[in-house]
């Protein structure tokens, strides 16, 4: 069980950079076929100075690096689902931009009966002179570790 105290942590910052060739790969993945998303000249022909950060790619950024707070929680990847997410945008980022995630983990709950844990984390993400990009929320879900659920059962029993 994930001990309800972590709602509030604030976890590191961090910083990661827009590379265009992830750009590509993420907006063909997801079927992304507009040629704004693939060839920088089609980007800047529509204003844009390079290839415009898809909405959902920043989500991908962040989940590499919970990773990290998962497991300096004592979570194992394998027991981790991906619930929910959200986003507001304030600006679009492009190939090229360094930025920031702040992330903060605003709820630990239970769920289930305590079978699932469910973990809210709330990020905002900046561009490297402070302006806003987006506010990310996503939900996780924790599934109960099997050994624990072992031993409480062998421990009722008796």
């Known amino acids: 069980m994930i001990d309800p105290s972590y709602a509030g942590t604030r976890h590191p910052r961090f910083d990661a950079e827009v590379e265009r060739g992830r750009l590509r790969s993420f907006a063909a993945a997801v079927g992304l076929d507009e040629a704004v998303f693939h060839d920088v000249d089609a980007a800047r022909a529509a204003g844009h100075p390079d290839l415009p950060v898809p909405p959902t790619f920043l989500f991908g950024l962040e989940l590499e690096r919970s990773q990290d707070t998962l497991a300096a929680m004592g979570i194992e990847m394998a027991r981790v689902l991906h619930i929910e997410q959200g986003f507001v945008y304030h600006s679009t980022a492009h190939a090229g931009d360094r ?60």
């Open 99 to 158: 930025l920031t995630f702040a992330p903060v983990l605003v709820s630990v709950r239970a769920h289930r009966g305590a079978r699932l844990q469910l973990l809210a984390t709330e990020t905002a993400v900046t561009r490297r002179d402070g302006t806003p990009v987006a506010d990310l929320r996503q939900v996780l879900a924790v599934r109960e570790d099997p050994a624990s659920r072992d031993a409480r059962s062998t421990g009722a029993a008796s």
